[in-house]
């Protein structure tokens, strides 16, 4: 592609995006995880899509706002893809499903049930959304030099919509079983866009409720220092374990 070539929605070059690449939703967690790099800029910034690079530990890193939801969240990734990412690490916030994980808990992803509407107009159902498993052994292993001994790690399930309707939610099947770590609506699209593109992608996610003590998401509140403390937490172990791919 010719390096001059701007993409039309991240509005970055190609030149302008390293090989490892942290994708947050948030555009302002994006600007405070740029906070960690040294030599940070900012490439980019256009609708949801925010985007700095820099350097982490000495390692070209870039970090990138995908928004909410998978069908956005889609673009974000496949123009990462076409700039050169090779590592893509997602870091967002989750719902847990299972009993015992506490607000502002981390959890890694070893893969995700595609239950996120976009997917499915990429690849087969039958073909699987899995973590890269050097991307979860390098979250496991930053977690614990981070002072988590014991990380929560496992299946998410990736759902297209956050408040219910009239229709049965597969998560309240999944919720039953105890069988899935959490809920989050954009892991599922960027492994399977990674796996057909041949490059490692993987999740760490900070919950932010329990589905099995608060299951009416009308008294959700995400914004509790506990999980703000949290997700400072996360997008130190994701860089850690980012640079070892850079």
Not at 139 to 154: M, N, T, Y
Not at 163 to 192: F, I, N, Q
Request: glycine content about 10%; some cysteine; charged content about 20%.
């Amino acid at each position: 592609m010719d390096s001059e070539q701007r993409m039309p929605s991240l509005r970055v070059l190609p030149s302008d995006i390293a090989g490892c690449v942290l994708v947050v939703g948030d555009p302002q967690r994006a600007e405070e995880a740029s906070h960690l790099l040294d030599d940070a800029k900012e490439v980019g910034f256009f609708r949801e899509y925010r985007t700095f690079t820099g350097f982490y530990q000495g390692k070209r890193i870039s970090i990138s706002s995908h928004g909410v939801g998978s069908a956005g969240a889609n673009v974000c990734f496949h123009e990462l893809i076409k700039c050169g990412a090779h590592t893509i690490l997602r870091a967002g916030t989750c719902g847990a499903m299972v009993k015992g994980i506490r607000d502002g808990e981390l959890i890694i992803a070893t893969g995700a049930l595609r239950e996120d509407g976009c997917s499915e107009h990429l690849a087969p159902m039958s073909y699987p959304a899995i973590s890269d498993r050097h991307v979860v052994a390098a979250l496991e292993r930053s977690a614990i030099q981070h002072g988590i001994p014991d990380p929560h790690v496992g299946l998410v399930i990736t759902q297209a919509y956050f408040y219910p309707g009239m229709l049965p939610s597969e998560v309240d099947v999944w919720l039953k079983t105890g069988l899935v770590m959490a809920v989050e609506m954009e892991l599922a699209t960027l492994l399977v866009m990674a796996g057909l593109n041949k490059i490692r992608a993987g999740g760490i996610f900070t919950s932010d409720g329990n589905l099995t003590e608060e299951p009416d998401p009308n008294i959700y509140d995400p914004h509790r220092q506990v999980v703000t403390e949290g997700k400072a937490e996360m997008l130190k172990i994701a860089l850690d374990a980012l640079v070892s791919f850079a």
